[in-house]
């Protein structure tokens, strides 16, 4: 079923939202790691080890809404518009 561009808004707003926020998680992830990585080269153990679970958390989020809100929300758009 064809659906109007008008109708889809709500569903493309979503969309954008929830893939925004799973690459910001994405990119503050992959920023928390390469923190842990050189403050564990300057030999500050403690903090490089929290921040590599701040990391893992951060990635481990970003996995979750691609997973379980952007890919269903993209198969639901592109169902609609087919």
């Known amino acids: 079923m064809r ?10 707003f ?5 893939g925004l926020g799973s ?5 503050a992830g992959a920023y928390i790691e390469r923190f ?18 701040m990391g893992a958390v951060a990635l481990y989020f970003a ?3 691609g997973t379980d809100k952007v890919r269903p929300k993209l198969r639901d758009v ?4 087919a």
């Open 14 to 18: 979503e969309l954008l939202v929830f």
């Open 3 to 12: 659906s109007s561009l008008v109708d889809m808004l709500p569903d493309l």
């Open 63 to 65: 996995y979750n809404v």
């Open 23 to 27: 690459a910001g998680l994405s990119l």
């Open 78 to 81: 592109r169902t609609a518009l």
């Open 36 to 53: 842990a990585f050189v403050t564990f080269e300057q030999g500050n153990v403690e903090i490089a080890a929290w921040a590599v679970v």
